[in-house]
């Protein structure tokens, strides 16, 4: 089945630093979204990526689809403890329902 | 209600038990999910309705779960004789849309500890 890698597995960072992670497939995603899972809760939403190529920011988030749709990647800017949490990437593959999730990016702030 | 409702948020049960996690969408949402999430681990797919109809179930782990949403709104996820490999957080979530790539609303989970 569908295999959505992400990378890396941990990130620790200083507040204030950058942080990205990656989120890549051998075969091509359809839609990609990204979850946020603070600890001890559960996913929510961020954004979802459609177009090759697309490229979206939130603040200090910016998300980018890659042109051949195999890879996608968050970027958080000037990092605050508020973001520490893990980041999932998942694709909706061509069911149009069902996600497959990555493993997750699991980022630490120390303030 | 205004978020996804899950219950029990922890559940103990001994081998061979059978549990029940209920699961209260989004009122009006018509897609209903369940998934699994193992420590450390992403959500992985259960079981997907559209309205009270079950349209894939292929990720259920076994014939010892079943999941129902009889009315198209509450949902339950039934495991009967639970094993320890079963110990998982089991996420419901819901959306709007009745196809289509869908965004979701997650429910807190129900962790599920088998001893």
């Known amino acids: 089945g569908q295999q959505v890698m992400q990378i890396p597995q941990y990130q620790h960072v200083q507040e204030g630093e950058d942080f990205t992670t990656y989120c890549n497939s051998s075969?091509?995603?359809?839609?990609i979204q990204w979850y946020k899972q603070r600890p001890g809760g559960h996913p929510v939403f961020l954004i979802q990526?459609?177009?090759?190529?697309e490229v979206k920011k939130q603040k200090r988030l910016t998300f980018q689809f890659g042109e051949a749709k195999k890879n996608s990647s968050l970027h958080i800017t000037a990092t605050q403890t508020t973001d520490v949490g893990t980041y999932f990437c998942?694709?909706?593959?061509?069911?149009?329902?069902?996600?497959?999730f990555g493993k997750g990016t699991l980022l630490t702030v120390n303030p | 209600g205004a978020g996804v409702s899950q219950s029990p948020r922890y559940k103990v049960a001994k081998r061979g038990q059978d549990v029940a996690l209920r699961c209260d969408p989004i009122?009006?949402?018509?897609?209903l999910f369940w998934y699994q999430q193992a420590l450390g681990q992403g959500p992985e797919f259960l079981t997907y309705?559209?309205?009270?109809?079950?349209?894939?179930k292929s990720g259920l782990p076994s014939d010892r779960f079943f999941a129902e949403r009889p009315e198209g709104s509450v949902s339950t996820l039934k495991i009967q004789r639970t094993q320890q490999e079963d110990s998982a957080v089991y996420l419901c979530?819901?959306?709007?849309?009745?196809?289509?790539?869908?965004?979701?609303?997650f429910g807190a989970g129900s962790r599920l500890t088998v001893l």
């Open positions: 009122s009006g949402h018509v897609s």
């Open positions: 998942a694709d909706s593959g061509g069911s149009n329902y069902k996600l497959t």
């Open positions: 990526l459609v177009k090759s190529g």
């Open positions: 075969t091509t995603l359809s839609n």
């Open positions: 979530a819901s959306s709007l849309a009745g196809g289509g790539a869908n965004v979701l609303t």
């Open positions: 309705f559209q309205n009270e109809a079950q349209l894939d």
